[in-house]
């Protein structure tokens, strides 16, 4: 008997029969995989090396396993699986390794801006939160997190405060949301581990075009991990996670305040808007 079906063979005592599936499975498509390429022993070597340097830089802040299945396409296979059963809803994407969970909850309209916030031109996102009928959504949560103009998110970069370019947001009854921002910036994924030599290793790209991150939680409601993405950002055609969908890309608008953005919004100088509505599915 051939050590292929042994090994196989061997995990089908498992009780619960999707382990069993996951597992069989997984090692049958490894066998076909070393059979295939017929793997020499230096490179089986070499594999087990890169797999436990990987694992020796992960810890609570750092995720380099996460990082490689996002560069392997394999976090964007398992969303598309798993997500977006209609046309409707608001497509998902990639979570990433730098949301900060129990951020500052915060009043609509509310800056998530800590720091040096007179520097750049405000950014106005707004919009509604609603279902596939097109019934609004009250009391969603919105989380939501962006780089700075460094193109560094907080938590990561040790000169920004926790809270800076996070919070969380509360849908109104009628499903409307408010965030006060600043533009976010295209920014390169961590290239100092493993992932890194190995994009650098292919002369893959490291840059992810700019984006702004969402995590809507609402009772009776399917969860949605997503971003919405700049038009025109350069890296859109080449994102180094694959996370980019048509529908997530968004217009931003320089606007002139008026008596509306001073009475609603606090804003009196001119600002960026992007106007974007989210719908969730029944769970
Ligand atoms: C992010 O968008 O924050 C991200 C996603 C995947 C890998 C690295 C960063
Ligand atoms: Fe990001």
């Given at each position: 008997?051939?050590?292929?079906?042994q090994a196989v063979q061997s995990f089908q005592c498992i009780s619960d029969a999707r382990h069993r599936t996951l597992i069989t499975t997984l090692v049958q498509k490894l066998h076909d995989y070393v059979q295939e390429v017929q793997l020499t022993e230096t490179e089986w070597l070499q594999a087990i090396q890169f797999l436990t340097q990987t694992g020796q830089l992960c810890h609570e802040q750092r995720q380099e396993y996460i990082l490689l299945s996002d560069v392997l396409g394999i976090s964007m296979l398992v969303d598309e699986i798993n997500h977006?059963?209609?046309?409707?809803?608001?497509?998902?994407?990639?979570?990433g390794p730098f949301f900060v969970e129990n951020m500052p909850v915060r009043q609509y309209a509310d800056s998530i801006v800590m720091e040096d916030e007179e520097l750049s031109i405000p950014l106005l996102i707004k919009g509604k939160i609603s279902n596939l009928r097109g019934e609004a959504i009250a009391n969603a949560y919105v989380d939501v997190?962006?780089?700075?103009?460094?193109g560094m998110y907080s938590g990561q970069d040790p000169e920004q405060q926790i809270d800076n370019l996070r919070g969380v947001f509360v849908?109104?009854?009628?499903?409307?949301?408010a965030i006060k921002s600043i533009l976010p910036v295209s920014y390169q994924i961590p290239s100092d581990?493993?992932?890194?030599?190995?994009?650098?290793?292919?002369?893959?790209?490291?840059?992810?075009?700019?984006?702004?991150?969402?995590?809507i939680v609402a009772e009776g409601y399917q969860s949605l991990v997503t971003h919405i993405f700049l038009e025109n950002d350069k890296y859109l055609e080449n994102d180094a996670v694959f996370g980019v969908?048509?529908?997530?890309?968004?217009?931003?608008?320089?606007k002139q305040p008026d008596d509306q953005s001073k009475t609603l919004y606090?804003?009196?100088?001119?600002?960026?808007?992007i106007e974007y509505d989210f719908v969730l599915s029944e769970s």
């Amino acid at each position: 008997m051939s050590v292929t079906i042994q090994a196989v063979q061997s995990f089908q005592c498992i009780s619960d029969a999707r382990h069993r599936t996951l597992i069989t499975t997984l090692v049958q498509k490894l066998h076909d995989y070393v059979q295939e390429v017929q793997l020499t022993e230096t490179e089986w070597l070499q594999a087990i090396q890169f797999l436990t340097q990987t694992g020796q830089l992960c810890h609570e802040q750092r995720q380099e396993y996460i990082l490689l299945s996002d560069v392997l396409g394999i976090s964007m296979l398992v969303d598309e699986i798993n997500h977006q059963k209609n046309e409707i809803q608001t497509p998902s994407t990639v979570f990433g390794p730098f949301f900060v969970e129990n951020m500052p909850v915060r009043q609509y309209a509310d800056s998530i801006v800590m720091e040096d916030e007179e520097l750049s031109i405000p950014l106005l996102i707004k919009g509604k939160i609603s279902n596939l009928r097109g019934e609004a959504i009250a009391n969603a949560y919105v989380d939501v997190w962006q780089t700075a103009d460094n193109g560094m998110y907080s938590g990561q970069d040790p000169e920004q405060q926790i809270d800076n370019l996070r919070g969380v947001f509360v849908s109104q009854g009628n499903g409307a949301y408010a965030i006060k921002s600043i533009l976010p910036v295209s920014y390169q994924i961590p290239s100092d581990g493993t992932v890194g030599k190995l994009l650098s290793y292919a002369k893959r790209t490291f840059w992810r075009p700019a984006h702004i991150h969402f995590k809507i939680v609402a009772e009776g409601y399917q969860s949605l991990v997503t971003h919405i993405f700049l038009e025109n950002d350069k890296y859109l055609e080449n994102d180094a996670v694959f996370g980019v969908k048509d529908r997530l890309i968004v217009r931003h608008q320089l606007k002139q305040p008026d008596d509306q953005s001073k009475t609603l919004y606090g804003l009196d100088r001119d600002y960026y808007l992007i106007e974007y509505d989210f719908v969730l599915s029944e769970s």
